[in-house]
């Protein structure tokens, strides 16, 4: 019973600790939880989460990547805990130690995960201005890829495009577009592959409206979100300062 008590104590923390508006409530919550979490290392582990992400939103990298490291030492959940840790090493400006926890991710992790492991290494290789890996990780990323698939091509055509335009890859932009336009993935994240997408075609109008809906919904998301996605901010800001200067009202669409 007094094991059950604790457990249940500790529950209703981490429950406050989920439902916390700030990173300080959120750390007090956790804090406490972990007081009275006791040897139960499920629980443990999602209260240290709680507090890794308390020092995200506070842009403490340093201690959220300790944490993560104390979550990986649990055995809960690795490979959650390994994409935690990169994105607390990209806070931090230490890209190979994320490269390399993004590649353990994709190991430990279970089959139903591993494509968004390997999205999320190709996404960070990519934008290191590394291509080759890029793909690679893509089209490990396709193949393990359900319903997020149609992002997954995108991203991988765009990464092969940048090691060459070769005209097969060109001439394939417009249907890897409109199968991204039609699945929810197009959503979130997919905005700002589809505004890539549509700059590649010279489709201004559509290039501006989802680089700027990427960003406004990326602007008011969690630190930890906007850390992970900070040269994909930058991209997008670039792109949208290349478009002509002329009204993109104008511009015309391809066909």
Same mark, same amino acid.
């Given at each position: 019973?007094?094991?059950? !008590?604790?457990?249940?104590? &500790?529950?209703?923390? +981490? %429950?406050? #600790?989920?439902?916390?508006?700030? =990173?300080?409530? *959120? $750390?007090?919550?956790?804090?406490?939880?972990?007081?009275?979490?006791?040897?139960?290392?499920?629980?443990?582990?999602?209260?240290?989460?709680?507090?890794?992400?308390?020092?995200?939103?506070?842009?403490?990298?340093?201690?959220?990547?300790?944490?993560?490291?104390?979550?990986?030492?649990?055995?809960?959940?690795?490979?959650?805990?390994?994409?935690?840790?990169?994105?607390?090493?990209?806070?931090? !400006?230490?890209?190979?130690? &994320?490269?390399?926890? +993004? %590649?353990? #991710?994709?190991?430990?992790?279970? =089959?139903?995960? *591993? $494509?968004?492991?390997?999205?999320?290494?190709?996404?960070?290789?990519?934008?290191?201005?590394?291509?080759?890996?890029?793909?690679?990780?893509?089209?490990?990323?396709?193949?393990?890829?359900?319903?997020?698939?149609?992002?997954?091509?995108?991203?991988?055509?765009?990464?092969?495009?940048?090691?060459?335009?070769?005209?097969?890859?060109?001439?394939?932009?417009?249907?890897?577009?409109?199968?991204?336009?039609?699945?929810?993935?197009?959503?979130?994240?997919? %905005?700002?592959?589809?505004?890539?997408?549509?700059?590649?075609?010279?489709?201004?109008?559509?290039?501006?409206?989802?680089?700027?809906?990427?960003?406004?919904?990326?602007?008011?998301?969690?630190?930890?979100?906007?850390?992970?996605?900070?040269?994909?901010?930058?991209?997008?800001?670039?792109?949208?300062?290349?478009?002509?200067?002329?009204?993109?009202?104008?511009?015309?669409?391809?066909?």
């Amino acid at each position: 019973m007094a094991a059950g !008590g604790v457990d249940s104590k &500790a529950g209703n923390f +981490l %429950r406050m #600790a989920t439902l916390a508006e700030s =990173a300080g409530a *959120r $750390a007090k919550y956790a804090t406490r939880g972990l007081a009275a979490a006791g040897d139960d290392r499920t629980l443990r582990a999602m209260l240290l989460r709680q507090l890794y992400l308390s020092h995200m939103e506070a842009e403490r990298f340093d201690k959220a990547s300790a944490i993560a490291r104390d979550i990986i030492e649990l055995g809960v959940m690795p490979d959650v805990a390994c994409q935690d840790l990169a994105r607390a090493y990209l806070g931090l !400006g230490r890209y190979r130690e &994320a490269v390399a926890e +993004l %590649r353990r #991710a994709s190991r430990v992790g279970p =089959a139903s995960r *591993r $494509a968004f492991h390997l999205w999320t290494l190709g996404s960070v290789l990519y934008f290191r201005g590394d291509p080759a890996a890029a793909a690679r990780a893509f089209e490990r990323a396709v193949r393990w890829g359900t319903t997020a698939r149609p992002l997954y091509e995108g991203q991988l055509l765009l990464a092969r495009l940048e090691l060459g335009t070769a005209a097969r890859w060109l001439s394939s932009i417009g249907e890897v577009r409109r199968a991204l336009e039609e699945a929810p993935c197009g959503q979130g994240y997919g %905005r700002f592959v589809l505004g890539e997408l549509a700059h590649r075609q010279g489709d201004w109008l559509a290039a501006r409206d989802y680089l700027e809906e990427f960003i406004d919904r990326t602007g008011v998301g969690r630190v930890a979100l906007r850390v992970g996605l900070s040269a994909e901010l930058e991209r997008a800001r670039s792109l949208l300062a290349s478009l002509p200067a002329n009204d993109p009202a104008t511009a015309r669409r391809p066909p």
